[in-house]
């Protein structure tokens, strides 16, 4: 069992990635609410529920990918949203009961993010690519270093004569 201070690092990080997995599953039940509807009348009524001019770039993007969306799309991105919310909860869980499977995957999948969350953040500086950037080194820094930690006191008793080693 690991100290306190360490486990509610670990069950802050398993909350965190339960509540990602909770919003990315919520858009995906957005998505499935589009089908069999006319994406770019919503679209529009959107921009203009929020006074963007149309004609301006991030709009008239969100409007040009409103009117290619079809159904086989939207039931392909929800999908999608299903499988990484899946994951996002089974990382959760596995975090939350201290299991070393769920730490492991924890620092890998979000090592796997910093690159691009990097590169976000040279490209073009927001407080979303800065929140997510630091947010992921915080999550991938804890569980290193809780991986760490009890990696430690094992080789200390391995070292000491515990555990595996024969005595004479």
Not at 6 to 14: F, G, M, N, P, Y
Not at 32 to 53: G, P, T
Not at 63 to 76: S, V, Y
Not at 90 to 102: D, F, N, S
Request: hydrophobic letters at 50%; proline letters at 2%.
């Amino acid at each position: 069992m690991t100290s306190r201070r360490l486990q509610e690092s670990i069950r802050a990080v398993a909350i965190f990635e339960a509540i990602k997995g909770v919003f990315v599953l919520a858009a995906g039940f957005g998505l499935l609410s589009l089908l069999h509807k006319d994406a770019h009348r919503i679209a529009c009524e959107f921009i203009s529920k929020v006074h963007l001019n149309p004609a301006q770039k991030y709009p008239k993007i969100f409007i040009d990918l409103a009117d290619h969306i079809t159904d086989g799309k939207l039931w392909f991105f929800a999908s999608l949203a299903l499988i990484y919310s899946a994951f996002r909860f089974v990382e959760g869980y596995g975090l939350w009961k201290e299991r070393v499977w769920a730490e492991w995957l924890a620092v890998v999948s979000g090592t796997i993010y910093l690159p691009i969350e990097i590169y976000e953040v040279c490209v073009k500086v927001s407080l979303v690519s800065i929140f997510a950037l630091v947010a992921n080194i915080v999550v991938v820094g804890v569980i290193a270093y809780v991986l760490i930690q009890k990696k430690q006191p094992q080789d200390k008793n391995i070292q000491k004569g515990g555990v595996g080693n024969a005595r004479s």
